[in-house]
């Protein structure tokens, strides 16, 4: 019943963003808006997402960029600090990219993606390993 | 007279914006405030461009992806256009990065963006070559 | 003591949020400051919203959509998602105001009204009913 | 050779924008980048303008609200005044919205936008007419 | 006809932006929304800027503060410049507020703030002297 | 080991926000990144705010200023509330500038922020006197 763009943006967001957290992010959306839950899942990752002109990489560094400067989008911040992670970017380079922000953006919002980068990063090692 | 910092700064800030432009993109805000002129050559050059941790063309898609989220920021979205292509990035990237903005900024800001860097695009084609 | 514009204000206020909400609003506001609780009651509600040009349910969803750009004012958001429901809008009319938004300011700021959107309506649905 | 999407889109932004004005629209983004400029007929003008829970004229007095409320999109704003003439709205409710956003992003983005649209009503008497 | 807080205001908006600058802005905003025009003149300069608890050049420095760290709003800032001159401010410390907003906004708001700053000091040094 | 500007900005930084207040603040970055909590001490506070140009109190006073404009930044405008008081400023002053901000970025950012004033006022109020 899906669209083949809609299949391809769920395995382009579940490749950035990690399989179980992809399908609850989109499910939280789904239970206000079934439109706005398949609008985010065809348009940025169905579409911008896929084409190749960039790595993915490179793609949620920017990403990390766009949220850090924006400054109300924390909790978007927290989701591509992961995914940035899951597509090959170290902490290092995370906390870089905010760092560079201070010049674009000023020391309020960089800070407090900062501690949003830190708190990230402090969930991540507080998970349950696999092993 | 100049400081250690305010050296490397600049020869970090012409590296990314050319020579020229370097020179007089500061030369430009030192008539009305020496000291907004030392700050923008010694911090986000001195200082923040300087690390190692990002590479230079990774560091300006960052500040093309920053100039167009902010959406008031058209002039130093200009300046940093050709530091991209200075450090490396190539026309179909940057307009992948503001294209990709469009899911975090929305179409208005993109828009202008885009049409900054036709803009800019076309001076440099504009320029009389060096031959 | 209060002026015309102030009681005319007041009443329009309870007509949009409702009356114990205007009341407790401005009350929160009073708190702190008495000067800018009475300039809450007396420009927007005495002055902007008591012309007849734009009905009122028109208004709410122009606020609706104001402060989904906005991206930092969730909190007004709240009031305004009850608002526009005391208006004559429907939920589905305010979530698709939040999905065209999309367009104008992104995901990350459409996402979060959205999810401020969810919680208000889940709030009204475990309000005690009058029977 | 375009999607289905894509052709509705174009006919829906035609309706919104008008038929030159459209079509020049996408031309001026498609000269630097095909991919924007399909994005921007499929994705707000093939998706989200033509569901029927809101009417024209509420959604383009929603885009005017968001386009004067982000401050930085005059020209986007230029373009949505004469959709919402387009599609019914008189120019005093649209300088009504305009107005109430006073309240909501203070007076200079509400200036900045009153004097925009000023100059589109002047812009729109000198057209010659048909006659 | 005009009630008292607007004849108030006015007197206000003069003592701040100068006798025919204050005429001359008001007059270009009531082309377009008599509305808007009159509570330009009535909301801020006849109720909020009329309070004494903050001198006129503090007032003024926080409004070049404000209208520095918006980004949008460079025709704003240059009418509060020469207000700012006119309560008691000096240039240099007008250069110094934007400059002290680096830290706030980061340096692309901030320099688009100081060339208009300069700008407008440019053409206060080209008008004709009354001698 | 540190600098001499991070030396004098430490002290600089101390002096507006408290002793305990300022170390603690730049401990909670530097948990992080050494490199941007350097950065926010021996920028801001070691180069902008030790200039005479301006005084303290008015320094601060712009700083509620911006982070009110802001709107994201309300973390910060807790820090520079206190420092306000510290350098001078009366809690009526630090809330007429946040009412005068009504006018500039209109009523949700304003009220945002003038309800963190008043919580940074119990806090302070809540706090064990020394005697």
């Avoid at 179980?20 to 789904?30: C, G, M, R, T, V």
């Avoid at 919002?109 to 402090?122: D, G, I, Q, R, S």
Wanted: charged share 30%.
């Amino acid at each position: 019943m899906v669209s083949e763009r809609y299949r391809k943006g769920l395995t382009e967001m579940r490749r950035h963003l990690g399989t179980p957290e992809a399908d609850e992010y989109i499910a939280k959306i789904n239970e206000v808006s079934a439109e706005f839950a398949k609008l985010n899942v065809e348009f940025p990752f169905g579409e911008l997402y896929r084409r190749d002109i960039l790595d993915d990489k490179t793609r949620e560094l920017c990403a990390v960029t766009a949220l850090t400067v924006l400054g109300h989008a924390l909790p978007e911040l927290r989701v591509h600090v992961k995914a940035a992670l899951n597509c090959g970017a170290s902490r290092e380079e995370i906390v870089e990219v905010v760092t560079q922000m201070i010049a674009y953006c000023g020391f309020p919002a960089a800070t407090n993606a900062l501690l949003t980068v830190k708190e990230t990063f402090e969930l991540i090692d507080a998970e349950p390993t696999d092993d």
